[in-house]
Nanobody
Framework: QVQLVESGGGLVQAGGSLRLSCAASGLTFSSYTMGWFRQAPGKEREFVAG????????PYSDSVKGRFSISRDNAKNTVYLQMNSLKPEDTAVYYCAAAPQVLPPVVGGRYNYWGQGTQVTVSS
């Protein structure tokens, strides 16, 4: 079965950096667009970043543009989210997701598969 397993979350001070990874199995990874979403307590899940199958299209939410960078390694079936200049408002559970789309959807409902999430906490 399809599995997406996130890792790399943790506690970091404001201004610090973290790199999240999402390892995929059970699907033809290079055929899927990948996305990162996050959900903070009491808030709705929101789109963070996406990456097309070949990596050439990478949309970001306005709140993370210029600070976060998404990438993928199709040989390793892994997608990454490099997070720099972290802020307390970035605190959330971060999820990766896979969609059989050409371009990365920003709507979660367009994604077929989801990971279990990894907690990111940014202290002030």
């Amino acid at each position: 079965q399809v599995q997406l397993v996130e890792s790399g979350g943790g506690l970091v001070q404001a201004g610090g950096s973290l790199r999240l990874s999402c390892a995929a199995s059970g699907l033809t990874f290079s055929s899927y667009t990948m996305g990162w979403f996050r959900q903070a307590p009491g808030k709705e899940r929101e789109f963070v970043a996406g990456i097309s199958r070949g990596g050439g299209n990478t949309p970001y939410s306005d709140s993370v543009k210029g600070r976060f960078s998404i990438s993928r390694d199709n040989a390793k079936n892994t997608v990454y989210l490099q997070m720099n200049s972290l802020k307390p408002e970035d605190t959330a559970v971060y999820y990766c997701a896979a969609a059989p789309q050409v371009l990365p959807p920003v709507v979660g409902g367009r994604y077929n598969y989801w990971g279990q999430g990894t907690q990111v906490t940014v202290s002030s």
